[in-house]
């Protein structure tokens, strides 16, 4: 390991560290990590950098369950039902931190492009693309006035409204492998659109993850369509 790939390691583990810190104490942390308390004081709060074997343990620790905690412990659900996740889709360098543990806990197959629906959906995506090292696009409600060809997916929904999608024809190509993902999924009906977005593409499914699903209707729907892996990190009662 030279210099750069050391420190861009430790600078990881704090990352993680900080992140971890903004819902648990210090002695909470230390069970979690086992690392002292003093010490890891020091690293959330920049005094000193943990050493290249500490920050490794950081790093490659921080699994599904840590995550899952983390996350709902950041989102809010209403009376009716209705999720509050800003904290989480704000928040770029804890996404990044489910991209390899997403990938690991349901098996998904190295995409070549990582789709989602504007708006919320895009910084979920943008972290999964970079782990991948794949494209990252989505679709959105209206077309683009310089674009040419799209792909359109559109569907009449529960209540009544018809929503339609539109994804230029050129950011998806035959034969890619496609990951469909999304910060939350409730009824299913975004991720079909989605879905139907890779199939006429000609693309293939490499899976469809969500950061929070809402019951297991959305779930079921999307695992109807693909025999790729469908999951999501955190499921809350609807």
Same mark, same amino acid.
């Given at each position: ?92 360098? &804890? ?36 782990? &991948? ?16 060809? &799209? ?88």
């Amino acid at each position: 390991m030279n210099r750069a790939e050391k420190a861009a390691l430790q600078l990881r583990a704090v990352d993680v560290l900080q992140m971890l810190k903004e819902t648990r104490t210090y002695d909470e942390l230390a069970a979690l990590t086992g690392l002292p308390a003093g010490d890891l004081n020091r690293y959330v709060n920049g005094h000193v950098l943990p050493s290249s074997d500490r920050a490794r343990e950081v790093v490659e620790g921080v699994g599904r369950d840590e995550l899952a905690e983390e996350l709902g412990a950041r989102i809010r659900v209403d009376d009716e039902g209705y999720v509050d996740n800003s904290a989480a889709v704000f928040d770029q360098a &804890f996404l990044d931190l489910v991209a390899p543990v997403a990938a690991d806990a349901f098996d998904f197959d190295r995409p070549d492009a990582v789709l989602t629906a504007a708006t919320d959906g895009i910084t979920l995506a943008a972290s999964m693309a970079s782990y &991948f090292g794949a494209d990252c696009v989505y679709a959105k409600k209206s077309k683009e006035t310089a674009v040419e060809e &799209f792909i359109e997916a559109r569907q009449r929904l529960q209540s009544g409204i018809e929503l339609t999608y539109y994804l230029p024809a050129s950011a998806l190509g035959a034969g890619d492998s496609v990951l469909v993902v999304d910060d939350l999924i409730r009824s299913g009906e975004t991720q079909e659109l989605l879905l139907d977005i890779v199939a006429e593409a000609g693309a293939d499914v490499a899976g469809v993850f969500a950061l929070i699903a809402v019951g297991d209707e959305g779930k079921e729907r999307a695992a109807e369509r693909t025999e790729a892996p469908v999951g999501a990190l955190v499921d809350v009662d609807p």
